[in-house]
């Protein structure tokens, strides 16, 4: 969720409509808050430069999302949906609240960007941002509502596709469900016998987003960086060579003997063996 800036910390905690927003869902609704993040989420986006701006970031974010809402009331809120609105991979998960003032006055957010989306992924309604904590209550639990919609309606299968960074992410995250425990370079191998070509950088970005999602985790073992999984649950289909299905429990067992056998894979069994607390 994108939008104006919140902080639990001051008195009055409904300044900004996504501030009342997260403040209904993470208070009344259990289920969509644990599947809920925000850009504050991972403020160290910047280590290291792994992403050179913060947009490329919120890109790729967005782009492992299933929906995407951005409460307009901003200048960054407005860059985000400049970015998002014209994203193939992106604009029609995206749902924008404003306020009907806004929506109704004729302007390049109207005629520009907003023209980019499906008109029922746009929700107006009659709020004043000077007193958002009264004028936007009686709608906030509607929009909440929307969004839930939303994500029931939503198509659960879709063909992968190597432009889209939240699907590269997801395969990677499933590489690693599948051997438990990949470095780098054997990450970057793999996914290119699949068919994507990435660059180093990319792969970073992509494997450090995977860590702030906590679905990948990384450890050092001697001069090695390995990395695992940090969840169980699939996310991508794999099927076999020319469209066979593809035995997921055959290659467990295989990847599991293979590791049990070999001296020269010690090392990663035992990080396998650490990380899940019993044997590979």
């Known amino acids: 969720m994108f939008g104006g800036p919140f902080d639990y910390s001051t008195e009055n905690k409904k300044n900004t409509v996504r501030q009342v927003l997260l403040d209904q869902i993470y208070n009344h609704d259990k289920q969509l808050s644990e599947c809920l993040v925000t850009p504050e989420n991972f403020k160290d986006w910047l280590n290291d430069g792994i992403y050179p701006d913060l ?21 960054g809120s407005i860059a985000e949906l400049g970015c998002f609105s014209v994203n193939n991979n992106l604009k029609n998960k995206l749902i ?51 969004m839930k919609v939303f994500i029931d309606s939503i198509d659960k299968t879709t063909s992968f596709k190597l432009e889209n960074n939240g699907h590269v992410a997801l395969l990677i995250y499933e590489l690693t469900l599948l051997f438990k425990a990949l470095r780098f370079n054997e990450i970057k191998t793999y996914v290119s016998i699949l068919g994507v070509n990435i660059k180093d950088n990319a792969l970073k970005r992509l494997l450090f987003l995977l860590d702030k999602l906590d679905l990948v985790i990384s450890r050092k073992r001697g001069k090695h960086w390995y ?19 593809f035995d997921r429990n055959e290659a467990l067992t295989g990847i599991s003997i293979y590791y049990s056998s070999s001296p020269n894979e010690r090392i990663r069994k035992e990080l396998i063996d650490e990380h899940n607390g019993g044997a590979a």
């Open 55 to 75: 947009l490329s970031f919120e890109s790729d974010l967005a782009q492992t999302a299933s929906l995407v809402v951005i409460a307009l009331e901003s200048p």
């Open 96 to 146: 924008v609240v404003l306020s009907e003032k806004h929506f109704n006055k004729t302007s390049f957010i109207k005629l520009g960007l907003l023209r980019q989306l499906p008109e029922e992924n746009i929700l107006p309604y009659p709020y004043n941002h000077k007193s958002v904590g009264t004028t936007l209550d009686t709608y906030v639990s509607d929009i909440v509502k929307e």
């Open 227 to 245: 990395y695992l999984p940090n969840k169980k649950t699939n996310r991508i289909t794999l099927s076999g060579h020319k469209g066979e299905a």
